[in-house]
């Protein structure tokens, strides 16, 4: 069945180190990769998506490449700010059923 | 504004007792999914329903049942079967599945703790 894999957390970084979240799936045809986020009691948030491979999402800074090659939609920001304290789902959407199926999740934290 | 709404956000039940969890959503989406969130397990499926008076089961389903009456409502009820239902709840919706790139869209969630 689907899968995905993230890496291992928490991740704890300084304001406006480079963020790389690593994710890796498993599916059978072409299914469509998302980042979620979530702050803190909140429900998830869609960060960005893209639906073929070579497609990358982007948005409020944060970016991700559809590698089908390697398999990996990994999440990147160039300098993180505090603000970004949240935790990250990688999920992805394909199948008969369409259910998006997530990774674990990981906690980031973003020191002043 | 559109959205999906869920309540109560914070639900405390006592053991063998029954709770319902409320989703509405009015953003016309046919698809609506229940997720439950436990700390480092993700998002675990219970239910989905594609359409109006269908339901099939998630990875989760024991202990849980649903309805679809109404396009815009599907209701959760977590009953005394379900062994460990303290956890974080989450609604949402989608536009109808034939596409895998549709988003799908979450509520803000519901709290519910057994005592």
């Known amino acids: 069945g689907d899968s995905v894999t993230q890496m291992e957390g928490p991740v704890t970084l300084s304001e406006e180190a480079f963020l790389t979240i690593n994710c890796t799936y498993t599916a059978t045809g072409y299914p469509s990769l998302f980042w979620y986020v979530q702050y803190p009691g909140e429900g998830l948030q869609l960060l960005l998506k893209?639906?073929?491979?070579?497609d990358k999402g982007s948005n409020k800074g944060f970016e991700a490449t559809y590698r089908k090659e390697t398999t990996s939609f990994h999440l990147e920001k160039g300098s993180v700010q505090v603000s970004d304290s949240a935790v990250y789902f990688c999920a992805l959407r394909g199948g008969a059923n369409s259910k998006l199926t997530f990774g674990k999740g990981i906690t980031l934290s973003v020191r002043p | 504004d559109g959205g999906i709404t869920q309540s109560p956000k914070y639900l405390f039940r006592k053991e063998g007792q029954n709770v319902t969890l409320s989703c509405e959503q009015n953003l016309n989406h046919d698809a609506m999914y229940w997720y439950r969130q436990d700390p480092g397990q993700g998002l675990r499926l219970i239910y989905y329903s594609q359409i109006v008076n269908d339901f099939q089961k998630g990875d989760i389903a024991e202990g849980y049942s649903v309805s679809r009456e109404k396009k815009e409502s599907f209701p959760l009820t977590v009953t005394s079967a379900q062994k460990n239902p303290t956890a974080f709840y989450l609604c949402?919706?989608?536009?109808?599945?034939?596409?895998?790139?549709?988003?799908?869209?979450f509520g803000e969630g519901s709290w519910l703790t057994v005592v």
């Open positions: 949402a919706s989608s536009p109808r599945r034939e596409f895998t790139g549709n988003t799908i869209y």
């Open positions: 893209a639906t073929k491979a070579d």
